[in-house]
């Protein structure tokens, strides 16, 4: 089944440590998205990417970084730059890379980063 | 600028009776809308969206949502609860550019 798989489900850092969260989609997307979610609150759009090679800053994009070197893969880097990384974090795609596209996002299971 | 606001933080109801999420949006465009269903450490699942034709969405699992213009609201309702609908409950902009505008959320907590 087509999908999209985020790894780890848990993690944790330690500080000043770098982590790397996972998002693979086999849904043959052009968009990704990376998202923070923290309680009581809707969700934050870290960083974006409508196409290969590219990504674009989100709401809150600071002490966070991504890549996109691969159409299927959009890995997420929390820095230790990022003062309070605890969140889960929820990975989406969506078939939409033109302005205004109406088309839904379909979101992995999220990843929980604490801090040790 | 546009935003999205749900009325209500928490709504409790008993299994069987109707349930009514509220969401309000604030736009200058014919909007995009979408509500999302989020069970506990899982990620969102789409329940319907409303994309400009009905005016009236049905959704998956029995909600649908019915886009007001003059009233700028997109309400969740569906006629009779089930425990398994118990989980948070998003109301969804699409901003243009594939960016989603989310509402804070809705806990929708059933009881037996």
């Known amino acids: 089944d087509g999908g999209i798989t985020q790894s780890p489900k848990y993690l944790f850092r330690k500080e000043g440590q770098n982590v790397t969260l996972s998002c693979e989609q086999n849904?043959?997307?052009?968009?990704m998205y990376w998202y923070r979610q923290d309680p009581g609150q809707g969700l934050r759009l870290i960083y974006y990417?409508?196409?290969?090679?590219?990504?674009q800053k989100g709401d809150i994009a600071e002490g966070y970084s991504v890549s996109r070197e691969k159409k299927e893969s959009f890995p997420l880097t929390v820095t230790s730059a990022q003062k309070n990384p605890t969140a889960f974090y929820l990975c989406a795609s969506s078939t939409g890379r033109e302005v205004y596209s109406n088309q839904p996002q379909h979101f992995g299971d999220g990843t929980r980063l604490s801090i040790l | 600028a546009q935003s999205v606001t749900q009325l209500d933080s928490h709504v409790s109801v008993s299994e069987g009776t109707p349930v009514l999420l509220r969401c309000n949006y604030s736009?200058?465009?014919?909007?995009?809308l979408f509500w999302y269903v989020q069970h506990p450490n899982k990620g969102l699942q789409l329940l319907l969206k409303y994309t400009s034709a009905a005016t009236l969405v049905k959704g998956i699992n029995g909600f649908e949502a019915e886009f007001k213009k003059s009233e700028t609201s997109f309400h969740l309702t569906k006629p009779s609860a089930h425990m398994s609908d118990a989980a948070e409950y998003f109301c969804?902009?699409?901003?243009?550019?594939?960016?989603?505008?989310f509402g804070a959320g809705t806990r929708l907590a059933v009881h037996p």
């Open positions: 969804v902009y699409s901003g243009g550019y594939n960016k989603l505008i």
């Open positions: 849904l043959n997307h052009d968009a």
């Open positions: 990417s409508q196409i290969v090679n590219d990504f």
């Open positions: 736009s200058s465009y014919s909007p995009s």
